[in-house]
Each structure stands twice: as structure tokens, then as C-alpha cells.
């Protein structure tokens, strides 16, 4: 008797569900939107159900339009740290530089990388795996004529060395979308190749960044 209850045993563990990991998509207008129907997230879920992985993750969508480095810190607590996430992927950065022309209420770099910092030390310590992103585009011109690519490559490459520094997960978006406009926007046009207003993602682009970041997240289970 005490042999069957045993292998009762075994056989009870062996089939326990594996706990999901939660996975947040962290950032602003273009996470909004991609957590819509078409957008990026549901074709990240997407991805993760082909390789048969639907078991080990669950998206979240907590994106607000509109949003800077600094906002996402001042709701980190409730949008991040009270949900208890095992992963949180961080994409923010357009607002950042692009407000400084429309607005005027863009962040400079240093205060930029200081929020950041401050998300990425308090994700450690609550042992969250951060993953962070580049910032994607603002016009889709491929000859390094759109008015911000200075100031987003600028941006681009403080991301790169502080997660190559910090041995953090890179999703490298702005490489990704300078490839793939390189090849695909031979007329070089301003939108609507991989977004509908120069931004925020079309259909290609939400499957492009789905792609980039499904590559990044699957590893992590």
C-alpha cells in the first residue's frame, strides 16, 4: 500500500500545471495599441502558441499614450510592481525625443537614463527580469533624413551599452525597423510601411515588433 501511494505521488506531481510566467509589456501609445486586436501582443501570443509554449507565458498589455521614461516610473509601483511579473519588457523612448519638438516636454539623456536606471535597479530587486528595448521610429525615410533619428540613435545607443553593462536582454527595434526600411521602402516614403503616421505601427509593424520580441521573451522561460 505504501508503494501505490507512493507512485500516486510521483504521478500528482508529474502532472501539476507548469506556473506561467507573466510576462508585462511596459511603455506608451504604441504598446496601447498593441494590446489591441492587431496588435503586437495577441500576435506575441500568437507566436508563443506555434511553438507550443502557451502553457509557459501570459501577456500583459500596460501601455498609456503619451507617456515618458518618467511616467512609466511614477506607475511602475501600481502597473508593475503589484502585479507581480516575471518579465517585464520595456519600450518607451518616442515620446521622450519626440516631445521635445512638439511640446517642448521631451527628456533630456541624462535624466532619461536616470529613470530607467531606477525601473531597472528595483525590477532586480524584486527579481523581475527586465528586457529592454530601443526606440523604433519617428517617418520612415531610410537616408537618416527624418527629423529625430539623430536624437533616437543617440537614445538607441545608451539603451545598447547598458544592457550589454548590465548583461539585460537587448530587443534592438531601431536596427530592426532601419533593416527592414532599407529593404522594403525603396520609394522612401515617410509612413505607412511599417507604420500609419510615421509611429505608431501598422499591421507589418505590429508583426515586426511581435517578432523581435517574441525572439527575445522565449528564451526566458
Known amino acids: 500500500m505504501k508503494y501505490v501511494l507512493t507512485l500516486a505521488a510521483i504521478a500528482l506531481i508529474a ?13 506608451d501609445s504604441i504598446t496601447q495599441q498593441g494590446a489591441g486586436p492587431n496588435g503586437y501582443i495577441p500576435k506575441v501570443d500568437s507566436l ?23 511616467d ?4 511602475f509601483q501600481e502597473d508593475v510592481l503589484d502585479q507581480k511579473p516575471d518579465i517585464v519588457v520595456v519600450y518607451i523612448g518616442i515620446n521622450d525625443v519626440w516631445h521635445k519638438t512638439t511640446s517642448g ?12 536606471d531606477k525601473m531597472i535597479t528595483k525590477m532586480k530587486a524584486a527579481g523581475i527580469q527586465p528586457v529592454m528595448c530601443t526606440p523604433s521610429v519617428i517617418g520612415e525615410y531610410n537616408d537618416d533624413t527624418n527629423l529625430q533619428d539623430g536624437d533616437l540613435n543617440f537614445y538607441a545607443k ?9 548583461n539585460i536582454p537587448l530587443i534592438d527595434l531601431r536596427q530592426s525597423f532601419m533593416n527592414y526600411l532599407d529593404k522594403n521602402n525603396p520609394n522612401n516614403q515617410e509612413k505607412g510601411i511599417l ?17 523581435e520580441m517574441w525572439k527575445a521573451v522565449k528564451p526566458l522561460k
Open 15 to 27: 502532472f501539476q500545471p507548469v506556473k506561467k510566467k507573466k510576462v508585462i509589456f511596459f511603455g
Open 48 to 70: 508563443c502558441k506555434q511553438d507550443k509554449l502557451a502553457e509557459n507565458f501570459e501577456f500583459v498589455g500596460k501601455g498609456i499614450g503619451g507617456n515618458r521614461v518618467y
Open 72 to 75: 512609466l516610473f511614477y506607475r
Open 105 to 116: 516636454t521631451g527628456t533630456e539623456l541624462n535624466k532619461f537614463g536616470a529613470f530607467y
Open 158 to 166: 545608451w539603451i545598447r551599452e547598458y544592457a550589454a553593462k548590465n
Open 195 to 211: 507604420t500609419t503616421d510615421r509611429v505608431h505601427l501598422n499591421g507589418a509593424g505590429n508583426l515586426l515588433v511581435a517578432q
